[in-house]
């Protein structure tokens, strides 16, 4: 059974951090590309970033320079570490795991970024 279990979300004031974690299971991690979307309400679900089983990781431009994506393959776990939060960043954040033959989602955490 595939499962994408993500933690780490909460209520931070702007200008904080936070590291959410996808911890996987039931799939071979590492030749999976592994990426962090997000969904605000009343808003389609956008990619915020990826990270692929080998290459550099990708990021929208509205978090470059802000969120740093990784992975550790030994533990199928990928990570966002996300600074400098803003208002605008308040959403679902779900983990997204993709191969050519295989897309999984999890679950989703909130992340609300509110004074």
């Known amino acids: 059974q595939v499962q994408l279990v993500e933690s780490g979300g909460g209520l931070v004031q702007p200008g904080g951090s936070l590291r959410l974690s996808c911890a996987a299971s039931?799939?071979?991690?590492?030749?999976?590309?592994m990426a962090w979307y997000r969904q605000a309400p009343g808003e389609q679900r956008e990619l915020v970033a990826a990270?692929?089983?080998?290459?550099?990781?990708t990021y929208a431009d509205s978090v470059r320079g802000r969120f740093t994506i990784s992975r550790d393959n030994a533990r199928s776990t990928v990570y966002l570490q996300m600074a400098s939060l803003k208002p605008e960043d308040t959403a679902v954040y779900y983990c997204?795991?993709?191969?050519?033959?295989?897309?999984?989602w999890g679950q989703g955490t909130q992340v609300t970024v509110s004074s």
């Open positions: 039931g799939i071979l991690f590492h030749i999976y590309t």
């Open positions: 990270i692929p089983s080998s290459g550099p990781p």
């Open positions: 997204n795991g993709k191969s050519y033959f295989a897309d999984y």
